[in-house]
């Protein structure tokens, strides 16, 4: 019975939406997916699902290319842009990912570093950091340093470490088991895959 009432306050949770303000697009619920342009698809779906654990694609598309500027207007990329495949993940409690591979004139073929513009990440949640380095060392993923703690400021309680996938973009596994430092008297608390009704 108490998993039910637990089941059934995290569901409450999830269909709880913020009052539409002002300032906000009529609507909006959060975040649906990330996506990333990658150099070699069946490499990055197998490192999404067979080294993270993601699920497999739940739908592929492609190729898409268009005779006119459709791709220009719409995606802002060159219009003779081919979208040779994109495949949607679903990774875990969060975000889904989509990626998606290009044949384009002029590809920037560099992924870009954290410091550039346009540098991202992706921020897995873990539940134990000594665990998850393990098991991506056993994988021969290349981590980035070892785990760093955090003791003071917002960030007190958190553990992060990086870590680069096979084509070179850099993500990020990080815990905090009890709670991050900012969220002593802070007027928002930010979402959480540990608590998803947090």
Not at 7 to 20: D, E, R
Not at 92 to 105: I, T
Request: charged fraction near 20%; charge should be negative; include cysteine.
């Amino acid at each position: 019975m108490r998993n039910l009432l637990l089941a059934a306050a995290v569901l409450a949770g999830f269909a709880s939406v913020a009052p539409a303000r002002a300032d906000q697009v009529p609507g909006i619920r959060g975040l649906d997916h990330v996506a990333l342009t990658v150099p070699d698809m069946d490499q990055a779906v197998a490192f999404f699902t067979d080294v993270l654990g993601c699920s497999k694609p739940a739908y592929s598309i492609g190729p898409l290319a268009f005779p006119d500027d459709w791709m220009q207007v719409h995606i802002n990329v060159d219009p003779r842009a081919e979208i040779t495949k994109l495949e949607m993940l679903r990774c875990f409690m969060g975000s889904n990912v989509e990626l998606f591979q290009y044949k384009a004139e002029g590809q920037n073929k560099t992924e870009p570093r954290n410091s550039d513009i346009g540098g991202h990440h992706l921020g897995f949640y873990v539940d134990d950091m000594d665990a998850a380095v393990a098991y991506m060392k056993s994988k021969g993923v290349k981590l980035l340093g070892d785990p760093t703690p955090f003791a003071q400021g917002p960030l007190a309680g958190e553990t992060i470490e990086y870590f680069l996938t096979p084509w070179g973009a850099q993500m990020e596994m990080l815990t905090y088991p009890k709670g991050l430092g900012y969220e002593a008297g802070a007027p928002v608390k930010l979402w959480t895959p540990k608590d998803p009704a947090h």
